[in-house]
């Protein structure tokens, strides 16, 4: 979605609330305090970020459970930041984010993407691959950490050595794509997942110049969901969809 695609679709906040309530409750919604079922939206006009129980007359957050539970941000800017991730081929670093949102916060900016990264690990692929798959290794990481280095030859040998007992993080990744003819001798080859890594790589070298061991998986996920969602045109409702989801 362009920006100006993004101005008409939420030319205020109003636009963006009723979009999220719109899909995380499409099929009704159960009263967390009581358990009854509501098949309409009962929602106040004064507080529209509130739903009601006409049972047991409690309240409750319409965010509740969302990865935009208890912002104080306009939620334009939750909705533009996961078009931005999805539109940015090599990710997006919380520095670009925080300036592209006007935030105060770098923290913020951070928070807010490792939250839409959650989002994008939640997607579940129950696909069982039936055909031949293309399964490579690649090493990704920046330099180790100076405790776990005690010399400068153990940093040549660990850090600068390619492949295997590099000090690097070792991923491994699968791939079927059903587009790729295998017209070549027996078809075994990884030219496909080795162009994703090469994307990988342009992503963390270029945008996010450093990736800590302990976040590596939320960023593989964020690579993969723009790989799978890389022709469809809804991954926008795709990725809120999953930000939405309790
Ligand atoms: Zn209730």
Partial sequence: MTFFEFQKRFPNEGAALNFIVATKYANGYYCPKCGCFHKGIYRSNKRTKVLHCNNCKSEFSVLAGTIFEGTHLDLRMWLYAINLVIVAKKGISACQ???ELGMKSYKGAWRMLQLIRQAMAKEEYNEVFE????IDETYVGGKPRKSNVHTERETNEKF???GRGTSKTPVIGV????????????????NGIESFWAIV???VYGVYHHIS???????MDEFCF???HRECDD????????AIAA
């Fill in 97 to 99: 984010l925080q300036r």
């Fill in 131 to 134: 055909a031949v798959v293309e």
């Fill in 160 to 162: 600068n050595k390619r």
């Fill in 175 to 190: 791939k079927v794509d059903h587009s790729v003819t295998y017209s070549l001798g027996d078809g075994k080859h990884t």
């Fill in 201 to 203: 790589k342009r992503g």
């Fill in 213 to 219: 061991v302990d976040y590596m998986q939320r960023y």
């Fill in 226 to 228: 723009r790989l799978n």
């Fill in 235 to 242: 991954a926008f409702e795709s990725l809120v969809n999953l």
